[in-house]
C-alpha cells in the first residue's frame, strides 16, 4: 500500500517564498520519478516539475528559475521550494510518484493561495 501526503500549503503573499513537503508511507526510492502538478480553479491540471536524481530535474517553463524540487531519500520526502511567488501559481498542489510499471501514486493535494 502506497500513500503520499501533501503538505505546507496556505496562503502566501505575492513575491513571497512557500515549501511544500510531499511524505511517502514507504521508501522514496521505490519511486523512479517523483513530481508535482498543480491545478488552478477552472483549469486543467498542469505539470509543474519532476525529479528522477539529484542532477536530472525538469521544470515548466512558468516556474523555471522560481522553483526548485528535491527528494530526501532519508526522510522519505520530496520538496518543492517555491520562491519569487505570483498570483497564477495559485492552486492546489499535487505530488505524484512513478513506479514500474507505468503505475502513478498521487497525493490528496494541498492548496496554494498566493494574493496580492
Known amino acids: 500500500q502506497v500513500q503520499l501526503v501533501e503538505s505546507g500549503g496556505g496562503l502566501v503573499q505575492a513575491g513571497g517564498s512557500m515549501r511544500l513537503s510531499c511524505a511517502a508511507s514507504?521508501?522514496?526510492?521505490?519511486?523512479?520519478?517523483v513530481g508535482w502538478y498543480r491545478q488552478a480553479p477552472g483549469k486543467q491540471r498542469e505539470w509543474v516539475a519532476r525529479?528522477?536524481?539529484?542532477?536530472?530535474?525538469n521544470y515548466a517553463d512558468s516556474v523555471k528559475g522560481r522553483f526548485t524540487i528535491s527528494r530526501d531519500n532519508a526522510e522519505n520526502t520530496m520538496l518543492l521550494q517555491m520562491n519569487s511567488l505570483k498570483l497564477e501559481d495559485t492552486g492546489v498542489y499535487y505530488c505524484?510518484?512513478?513506479?514500474?510499471?507505468?503505475?502513478?501514486?498521487w497525493g490528496q493535494g494541498t492548496q496554494v493561495t498566493v494574493s496580492s
Open positions: 505524484y510518484g512513478d513506479i514500474p510499471f507505468d503505475r502513478r501514486y
Open positions: 514507504g521508501s522514496i526510492l521505490n519511486y523512479n520519478t
Open positions: 525529479i528522477i536524481s539529484r542532477e536530472s530535474t
